[in-house]
């Protein structure tokens, strides 16, 4: 097996400084070392494979590397004995794509400890459908849910509603019973949100705060925010009273300006969504949700499938913000 060819994405870095892509045969025993040597069917493209893909020391910081926060697929060999030779399994997060070479490649070799067992009611097409982006979402509805916002209490507010996350949000809180409002800058994807389950579809400006006041009208009881910056800031000023706010993303800006009045007037609490060092044990639980009553009925409309030779024009798309829902790599087409 060590000596076996498989087909991967490579990013380089050449001697002006530029970096390029190419599909290129890579030897498994190049791989990292680890535990459990996975083969590759499905992978997908977030926006963190995209920002390695272009050369960015924030998110990986040695090439020649290969992309891929996540993969999905068969276990070939196992070292320390927790997994069976074939057994189906998924890997999210964690170092995976990072500095680790990742799903953008037909194999992985990874730390047990970050394999998850595919969820009965999952393929595994399905849980890349999902993957990062679908995790990252369902980490955030947990967090709603935990801290005691249930349907009947009110709206939910999702931003970047387009996205991976914000589509999936979207999705997997109206599958749960949410009324939710939906914020895109793309008129063209009214349809598309309202098919996912949104009830209201909301522009960008409908979040713009030009009156930079310390509080807003109260409209929502939860919000997933996926874009950070100023609608971050004003989605807090107009969260109901002992109302949750999760907050996962920066495209808009990594920057809040706000003052403390939502937290210490309105009892408004602001969560992290750190997906990629979610503990075992709360990663398998999210898991099975989305296998099981978290799981949208048309989970298939949210993506579109591509091959590695189609990479290259999908990471321009998604960093020009053009994505709409989910790409899927094939890693066997």
Known sequence: MTNNTYRSMVVSQTDNGRYQREITAKRVSELPEGDVLIRVNYSSLNYKDALSAVGNKGVTRNYPHTPGIDAAGVVEA??????PLNAQVLVTGYDLGMNTSGGFGQYIRVPSDWV????????????MIFGTAGFTAAMSVYRLASAGVTPDRGDILVTGATGGVGSLAVAILATAGYKVAAVSGKKQAAAFLKELGATDILPREALA???????????WMGVVDTVGGDILSTAIKSTHQRGVVTCCGLVASPKLNLTVFPFILRGVSLFGIDSASCPMAERKTLWYKLANEWKPLGLERIASEINLMRLDENIAKILEGQQIGRKIINLNS
Do not use: T
């Not at 196992?78 to 997994?83: M, R």
């Not at 705060?209 to 409209?219: G, N, Q, T, V, Y």
């Open 116 to 127: 998850v067992p595919l969820p009965s009611g999952l393929s595994e097409r399905e849980s």
């Open 78 to 83: 196992c070292s320390d004995g927790s997994f």
């Open 209 to 219: 705060d030009s009156a930079k006041k310390p509080l807003l009208e109260k409209r």
